[in-house]
C-alpha cells in the first residue's frame, strides 16, 4: 500500500463521530425556574465514571447566605405548586436523609451552597452518589432544586431545608 498514513488518518475520521456521539450521551442541560416562573438560571451535568459534575449559575437568590441544594425525583417544575410537583429528594435506596444520618444519605443530597453578595450563585457540585443516564442511580429527567435554607444534614425527610426557590428539570 502506497499511502498507509492516509488510510488509516481515513478510517479515523469515519469512527470519530461516533466516539463523539458516545461522549454527547454523557452530557444533560437544565434550566432553573423561579417561584415566579421566569427562568432564573441554567446547570451543565457531565456524567463520568465516579458520578456527574454539575456547574450551575443561578442569580435572584438570596444574598450572604447558604442554600441547600438537592435533586428531586420528579422532573417537573411548577412554580404554581412552589415547584412542590418536583416531589422529595432522589432516593433510589431508601436511604435515610443527610450526611450526618446513620443510615443516609439520599442520592439526591449535595452539600449547602453559599449564594455572594451579587444573588447569583456560582458553583461546581460533584455528586459521587448517582450517573446521569445509566442504572436506578440515573438523574436524567429528574429535577435540581435550590431551597430558602441551609440544609442540616440530618433532619427528616429533608434537612428542614426550607422553601423551595429554584427549580431545573434535568434534560
Not at 450551575?56 to 404554581?80: E, N
Request: a negative charge.
Amino acid at each position: 500500500m502506497k499511502y498507509p498514513l492516509a488510510t488509516a488518518l481515513a478510517a479515523a475520521s469515519i469512527t470519530m463521530p461516533g466516539m463523539a456521539m458516545s461522549q454527547d450521551a454523557s452530557k444533560a442541560t437544565a434550566r432553573f425556574i423561579g417561584a415566579d416562573g421566569k427562568e432564573i438560571g441554567t446547570a451543565d451535568l457531565t456524567g463520568t465514571k465516579a458520578g456527574v459534575m454539575i456547574a450551575v449559575a443561578i442569580s435572584g437568590l438570596p444574598a450572604g447566605q447558604w442554600v441547600a441544594f438537592h435533586v428531586h425525583q420528579t422532573g417537573t417544575c411548577d412554580h404554581t405548586t412552589g415547584h412542590e410537583s418536583a416531589g422529595g429528594h432522589f432516593n433510589p435506596k431508601n436511604a435515610e436523609h443527610g450526611y450526618l444520618a446513620a443510615k443516609g444519605q439520599h442520592a439526591g443530597d449535595m452539600p449547602n451552597q453559599y449564594v455572594p453578595a451579587d444573588g447569583t450563585l456560582r458553583a461546581h457540585v460533584f455528586n459521587t452518589a448517582v450517573t446521569l443516564e445509566d442504572g436506578d442511580s440515573a438523574i436524567k429527567g429528574k429535577a435540581l432544586m435550590i431551597h430558602a435554607n441551609p440544609d442540616d444534614y440530618s433532619g427528616q425527610p429533608s434537612g428542614n431545608a426550607g422553601k423551595r426557590l429554584a427549580c431545573a428539570v434535568i434534560e
